[in-house]
């Protein structure tokens, strides 16, 4: 994504004002420890971070912490569908290196509201998020620091 914001290629799905879960990976892991304790046999949980964001709010901060500023560009979400089924034919029949830089998934992932329902986890394990969204924003943040700075 870093790749398409500095090259000034990338721009927001129909806007990207959809909700979306996210699941830091210390998350996924307290969630794989609490189910394999206290969860029963063949039960499925979801674990989330907790809370739902506007994706368009998330992924900002996440441009972010790359010491990028996020883009205000928009594109409506059937163009975006039409450009990237276009890119994958001229990818399918023309030898263009790579991959195309917008395929249909992409497309549609990137413009549909995705919220997991976490009720299960919390009541039959006790789950809580270990790590706040904000708290592993600024791990990135840190992190990226320490790998640019001079």
Not at 2 to 13: D, H, S, T, Y
Not at 89 to 99: I, K, T, V
Not at 136 to 148: F, M, P, V
Request: proline share 7%; with cysteine; charged share 25%.
């Amino acid at each position: 994504m870093g790749v398409l914001v500095r090259a000034g290629r990338f721009a927001w799905i129909g806007g990207g004002r959809q909700l979306t879960d996210t699941t830091h990976v210390a998350n996924v892991v307290h969630g794989l420890l609490l189910a394999a304790e206290r969860g029963g046999d063949r039960e499925v949980y979801f674990v989330t971070d907790g809370d739902r964001v506007v994706f368009r709010e998330f992924v900002s901060e996440l441009i972010r912490t790359q010491g990028l500023e996020p883009p205000s560009r928009s594109v409506p979400a059937p163009l975006a569908e039409a450009i990237a089924a276009g890119s994958e034919e001229a990818w399918r029949y023309l030898p263009l290196p790579g991959r195309p830089p917008l395929t249909r998934f992409a497309a549609w992932v990137s413009s549909q509201e995705c919220t997991i329902d976490i009720s299960k986890a919390r009541d039959g394990l006790g789950y809580e998020p270990a790590v706040a969204r904000a708290d592993g924003l600024a791990e990135l943040r840190e992190e990226s620091a320490k790998r640019y700075s001079p």
